[in-house]
């Protein structure tokens, strides 16, 4: 992929290095900053507030009873022998003081207290036995992309100009270009998170918050990252209420209010995730993280969720569909999933559907094949640049509208370069490293004098 070379030395000599015209950059809750450090966005090598080295070998699990966050954690300090204990992750400091943790029995055996703000006094974060606690910052504005994001719409860019003079050729090699540099950085956290977790972890951890699409990918990710799928694989057929319980979605025990087919499956659900409820109630996700308004009705979390819970079940037919590299052999097992109650209804509140309706999308599927599949491939060695730059966009959103706007306005062949997945990628990344960090309003941004001595 030589288009992403030549792609990232025209973002590095172009950088800009000013304010972002939108600066209302949204803060990230302390779940989804904890969901960030366990995939491993923050990177695995850190120097602590004292000046150590320090090494996460190994990110633990996350903490089913109370204490920190994350248990069987393993860190290296300065290069030494490993050591194993839990990890806790606060947004201050403090918190280990002001939550009580140096006096808490199940924090004792604590290695690394990482948090994101630091106070102007120091704060020494001792156990019960006055052993102090590795810490670690992190910084939110490292991290390189978000869960979601909203950018206001914008009027046409200056680079509308000189990109209205360019053929149609060269056009489809600049956005092949910001494509395959995206689609490489894709792999580079794919590979990061199998580092980290494995393969099957990475990947169902990836494909779980593709199903949570930008709504609740953050919550699909904290359930994935809660129920590791070697943990649900091991749960025979508790799996799937498991992820309910754990989703909030069972809470309450009255099914005088579920009707006919739906009662006799919430009862089942319930009956399962019942033995388990008291060990895990800690890791219930909280209801406000769920976005169930304004999602269309075929893409309710609680029919991903069923979709998650089918995909855990037929984990061995989907490494055998991957093993043979292709988009097709992937399509097909996705479109193939079947659940027998949410193949025929949208919510646990629905009628019965009167049509059967698929599992899984084609417009979700292509998602997971765009943004999970092809890049491991990409990652694994494979050349896959073939079969992604065809696959054709199922569906816009407002920040591709956006990018499209400023880069093209009015330009007649505008809808030429969003018909791929891989053109639409190619330009959201141009427009987040050049739209979104100019803060002249087009006036001083250096892409459009770049476009001008792109051959």
Known sequence: MLLAHRYAELRASARVHERALFPARRTPSELELQARWFAGDFGRQFRSVAG???????????????????????????????????????????????????TNATFDDAVLHVFVQQSNRTFFTRTRSNRNVTQVRVDPETLPDSFSANVPLARPGRCQAPLKDLSEEQLRCILDAASQFR???????????????????ALFQEIAAAL????????FTLLAQRLPLGFL?????????????????????DLGVYAGETRGYVRKLWDRWWPHRAGMQRLVLPATLWRLSGTRPLNHPQRRLAALAALTKAWPSLLRSLAQKTAKSAQEFFLNLRHPFWNFHYTLASEPASTEMALI?????????????????????????????????????????????????????????????????????????????DNSDCAQCPFPEQMLKWK
């Open 183 to 201: 689609l490489q950085r894709k792999a580079a956290r794919l590979r990061n998170i199998v580092e980290n977790h494995g393969r099957d972890e």
């Open 233 to 253: 694989r091991k749960q025979g057929e508790d799996a799937e209420a498991l992820l309910f319980g754990l989703a909030g979605f069972l809470g309450a025990p």
């Open 52 to 102: 150590e080295d320090v090494e996460i070998v190994q990110f633990g699990t996350w903490n089913r009873a109370a204490g920190p966050d994350f248990s069987d954690a393993v860190v290296r300090l300065n290069s030494g022998d490993p050591i194993r204990g839990a990890i806790e992750f606060d947004l201050a400091d403090r918190s280990w003081e002001t939550h009580g943790h140096s």
């Open 212 to 219: 949570g699409y930008k709504e609740n990918k953050l919550a």
């Open 361 to 437: 999308g084609e417009s979700r599927v292509a998602d997971i094949l765009a943004n999970v599949l092809l890049p491991l491939f990409l990652a694994e060695g494979h050349d896959i640049w073939t079969a992604y730059e065809i696959l054709p966009a199922r569906l816009s959103n407002r920040r591709l509208e956006t990018g499209a706007t400023r880069l093209f306005g009015g330009d007649p062949r505008r809808p030429l370069f969003t018909k791929t997945i891989a053109h639409q990628q190619g330009l959201l990344q141009i427009y987040e490293d050049f739209c979104l960090q």
